[in-house]
Nanobody, 124 residues
Framework: QVRLVESGGGLVRPGDSLRLSCATSVGGFSGYAMAWFRQAPGKEREFVTAMSWSGGSTPYADSVKGRFTISRDNAKNKVYLQMNSLKPEDTAVYYC?????????????????WGQGTQVTVSS
């Protein structure tokens, strides 16, 4: 059974940085595309970023482009989300997701496995 566990969320001020981590139990991690989504209160879960199994494709939502960076460590079965210049509108529960296959896709229906999420709150 594939298990994803997010960590690193918290309460920060506007302009601060956070690094989220996602630890996975998936066998053959390097054969999975990984993604981060987020869900703010009263809103649908939205795509943030993804990374193909090779790391060669990393699409980002326009709202985070230039501020967030996804990375992965295949040796540790982990994926990370570095978030800089955080804004109050980044406040949400952040979810890690995985799908077997090469492509870094942007729709939540494309992902088979999900973590339980970590809360990120940006407030002054």
């Amino acid at each position: 059974q594939v298990r994803l566990v997010e960590s690193g969320g918290g309460l920060v001020r506007p302009g601060d940085s956070l690094r989220l981590s996602c630890a996975t139990s998936v066998g053959g991690f390097s054969g999975y595309a990984m993604a981060w989504f987020r869900q703010a209160p009263g809103k649908e879960r939205e795509f943030v970023t993804a990374m193909s199994w090779s790391g060669g494709s990393t699409p980002y939502a326009d709202s985070v482009k230039g501020r967030f960076t996804i990375s992965r460590d295949n040796a540790k079965n982990k994926v990370y989300l570095q978030m800089n210049s955080l804004k109050p509108e980044d406040t949400a529960v952040y979810y890690c997701a995985a799908r077997p296959g090469a492509k870094a896709l942007g729709h939540r229906d494309e992902y088979d496995y999900w973590g339980q999420g970590t809360q990120v709150t940006v407030s002054s």
